[in-house]
């Protein structure tokens, strides 16, 4: 694909952060984002995850104000089956780069040069979200000038603290926030340990009879369920939640927070 003009007019792209699911959590800053923008681009993640592109749609209805069209994609399929370290890294790397494809085309075609996009990210795009390292690979390619500006939101992470009303630390001790896939590497000795991505019930490899777990899916959503105590008495409940949603919807995304109490172990002196 040929570059464009030197000296082209950059096209003005925001992300914006609309939060775990709640529109709600939309943030002064996302609603005033939302009204400078003239073009949003959605990519769509198939016919199970429709009710998320609809989410999407009913917060432009109630907080765009002026003309604005949407333009809709659909998103690279990604091998999901190669579990070891070094296949799991070339797979995100692949589909990130067939990724920037789509978003090159879709800025290009659909977004004159001045001219303001928007891309509506869930939760926060700081954090386990790919849309700033796929734009930062459509700047690399240099054929489109590109302006990112990015709007922060309400986490998953904070949601699920929020409906547990716990705080994320306890005192004195910091947090870890991993993919369950690397999970073993986080001690909950160091301190507490926040789990996202967990497509395979890892907290069923915790040991200890003093670990606490809340646990939360579909947060800030009608569907949102939690489930919290010691991890020994509710894993098997956890389990059959899971399960049991994810045969109704169809899929399924769920944070969790894993700690020992501040009584049920050393504190320090």
Known sequence: MSSEPAGAEPRHVLVIGIGAGDPDHLTLAAVKAIRRAEVFFV???????????????RMLEEHATGPYRVVDAEDPWR????????GYASAVHDWRARRAEVYERLVREHLEPGGTGAFLVWGDPSLYDSTLGVLDRVAERGTVALDVEVVPGVTSVSALAARHRVPLNQVGRPVHITPARRLDEASLDGGDVVVMLDAHESFGEVTGDDVWIYWGAYLG?????????????????????????RARHGWIMDTYLLRRPEGERDTEG
């Open 79 to 86: 091998d999901r089956t190669r579990g070891d370290r070094a």
């Open 43 to 57: 990519l769509g993640k198939g016919p199970e995850k429709e009710s998320l592109t609809n989410l999407r749609r």
């Open 221 to 245: 959503t009608p569907d949102e369920l939690l489930v919290s105590g010691r991890l020994v008495d509710v894993a098997d409940r956890i389990r059959e939640v899971r399960a049991e949603a």
